[in-house]
């Protein structure tokens, strides 16, 4: 799995629809992923577990970086940097604490081999976008605010912004706040009719934040599993994330985690939305063609969910194949090909075998 190649890992895009009025809609997809060189000197030094073997040192030097503003938390497995609130951090921790269980889970089922992580996880949690972004450009991986996070693996560390302080999400607010204020003074104006008038349209304000609570959410909760994720996937030596490695395995994999349990609702529902007609297609080019999962794709959100869909079917129908081909992946084949040595041709009965599979676990 190793590489000469260090690789920069950009995660979730939500992409976001108005739909009546303030509710928001959040359709979370998963965006950007991209490779650096480094000098094989660079790539030759570094182990296996390298990552995991200078986990706490990038927070040490980080720590008196940023300053007083950010301070230390951990559980079991992680220890986060972070200027966020201690609600915030908490709720990220219980989130990666139980992403490490679903990676546990997966490992003891599908007998995968692995190491136990070396120290806790380090994660890195900046309250505002533009602290992110400023660290994550340094750190070499392009930022947006519709990228909310990635993983670095040569330093081990997790990073992400506090997504609820997103644009998107701020906007939504204020537009519901606006509305509540408008809705407040009809109510002081005395007028009888104005009031009862006023009531309904608040009652549909609150429905809308709550839509919007709900929302953001599910949101901040796909964002932090998928990058944890990579992350325990990587110090676990399950899967490194080093280009080299199949794209539409690393990530398909890690899909797998970004929801609690159970198949994931949000990548079912784009891979059922892919036309008949264009399935196989689909999962050729997506397994044939890294590209596919590459950055400002157009139809990002469809090459996910057949990375995720392939995946799923796999570990439900071939579970041993899959598990050495995590543990032994090809070398220098192409992806394919490589896909079709060890599974099975990728041909029409395949695909119709995944969305059959897919079709029974439609809640
Ligand atoms: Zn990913």
């Given amino acids: ?24 809609q959040l359709f979370p997809l998963v965006g950007m992923a991209q490779s650096r060189d480094v000098s094989a000197g660079e790539s030759n030094r570094r182990g296996p577990i390298a990552s995991s073997q200078v ?4 927070l040490d030097a980080l720590s008196a970086a940023l300053g007083g503003s950010f301070r230390r938390y951990h559980s079991e497995h992680f220890e986060i940097l972070s200027d966020c609130d201690g609600g915030t951090i908490r709720r990220v921790l219980e989130l990666a604490e139980d992403t490490f269980r ?4 997966f490992i003891k089922r599908l007998e995968l081999p ?11 949690v900046f309250e505002r976008y533009n602290s992110y972004e400023r660290h994550a450009r340094q750190a070499g991986f392009p930022a947006s605010e519709s990228v909310p996070g990635y993983f670095d693996e040569t330093s081990g560390i997790c990073a992400l912004f506090n997504f609820a302080n997103s644009t998107a999400i701020r906007t939504q607010r204020d537009e519901l706040w606006r509305r509540e204020r408008a809705l407040t003074s009809l109510q002081r104006t005395g007028d009888k009719s104005d009031a009862a008038a006023a009531t309904p349209a608040q009652n549909d304000v609150k ?25 325990v996937l990587a110090a676990t030596g399950v899967q490194s994330t080093h280009s ?7 990530e398909g994999t890690a899909m797998q985690f970004e929801n609690a349990d159970g198949p994931n609702a949000l990548r079912l529902a784009d891979a059922l939305a892919v036309p008949p007609g264009d ?7 997506v397994v044939g063609d890294p590209r596919e999962l590459a950055p400002g794709r157009p ?8 990375a995720w869909a392939l995946v799923y079917h796999l570990a439900e129908t071939q579970p041993r194949a899959l598990a050495s081909y995590l543990s032994t992946p090809p070398t220098g084949a192409n992806e394919l090909d490589a896909f079709e040595r060890r599974f099975g041709e990728l041909d029409t009965a395949f695909v119709q075998k995944v969305y059959s599979n897919l079709e029974a676990t439609r809640p």
């Fill in 1 to 24: 799995m190793n590489s000469p190649a260090r690789e920069r890992r950009v995660v979730i895009r939500a992409r976001f629809a108005c739909v009546a009025g303030a509710v928001a």
């Fill in 244 to 250: 080299g490695a199949a794209r539409w395995l690393i």
């Fill in 299 to 306: 139809n990002a959100s469809a090459a996910y969910a057949m």
């Fill in 279 to 285: 399935r196989l297609a689909h999962a050729r080019r």
């Fill in 207 to 231: 429905a809308a934040r709550r839509a919007l609570d709900a929302a953001q959410q599910a949101v901040i909760a796909t964002v932090v599993r998928h990058e944890i994720a990579h992350q």
């Fill in 114 to 124: 692995h190491r136990p992580p070396v120290g806790r996880m380090p994660m890195l």
């Fill in 102 to 105: 679903g990676v546990s889970r």
């Fill in 55 to 58: 986990a706490s040192a990038p």
